[in-house]
């Protein structure tokens, strides 16, 4: 193998590592978005749930993934917020 083989070599291989890269990113994103989905469904159906029910959801909720970056896990506090709300009211209105 001469040296002109060995970078074309060298080029190829490294362009496959990219597509592998980039192809991980993209599968990664793909379930990142899946996950958050199951979730973000629920929002309107909040105001109807159990406290056991809600009291599950904010358990899933609160344990993303690893591969979660800081802003995705950021977009979850809403819903966390919502959910403890309404965990909250269950429990007020148990005592009216």
């Known amino acids: 193998m001469d040296y002109a083989d060995k970078l074309t070599l060298d080029g190829l291989s490294l362009m496959v590592k990219k597509r592998l890269e980039d192809l991980s990113k993209e599968r990664q994103q793909?379930?990142?978005?899946?996950?958050?989905?199951?979730?973000?469904?629920?929002?309107?159906?909040?105001?109807?749930?159990?406290?056991?029910?809600?009291?599950?959801?904010?358990?899933?909720?609160?344990?993303?993934?690893?591969?979660?970056?800081?802003?995705?896990?950021?977009e979850l506090e809403s819903m966390k917020a919502a959910l403890l709300t309404r965990i909250d009211g269950i429990s007020l209105d148990r005592y009216q």
């Open 30 to 74: 793909k379930q990142i978005i899946e996950w958050k989905q199951r979730f973000f469904q629920e929002v309107d159906k909040i105001a109807f749930l159990s406290q056991h029910e809600a009291r599950g959801l904010l358990k899933e909720i609160s344990n993303p993934p690893d591969y979660f970056s800081v802003d995705d896990v950021n």
